[in-house]
């Protein structure tokens, strides 16, 4: 079972690029908007993965991947809004931490 982690202390969305995280220790993590449509936690997502198909095509109706929109969801987690009408994934602080790629988390440095 996942370890629940703190909420970060900020969360900045930048609606075309990316959504950073700097977390209560310090650490900044960053991710992709790309990165995380396509690994969109929510059930539908995950059984489209499961199955071998893409959860998520980046050749959509306008061609551009935005976040429109973003909520807090409690204390554990992050859902995003986006631009291709999908909402249903909840980001949790857990999943989102274990996610960071940084040269520190992945002992790269």
């Not at 220790?25 to 198909?53: I, K, M, Y």
């Amino acid at each position: 079972m996942e370890q629940p982690t703190a909420a970060p202390e900020t969360v900045d969305v930048d609606r075309a690029r990316s959504v950073t995280l700097t977390w209560v220790d310090g650490h900044v993590s960053e991710f992709g908007l790309e990165q995380l449509r396509r690994n969109c936690p929510c059930a539908v997502c995950r059984n489209f993965r499961d199955r071998g198909r893409p959860a998520w095509s980046p050749l959509g109706p306008t061609g551009e991947l935005r976040a429109e929109g973003a909520e807090l969801v409690g204390n554990w987690g992050l859902q995003l809004h986006w631009s291709d009408g999908h909402d249903t994934g909840i980001y949790t602080w857990s999943l989102l931490r274990s996610w960071c790629r940084c040269p520190q988390c992945t002992g790269e440095s």
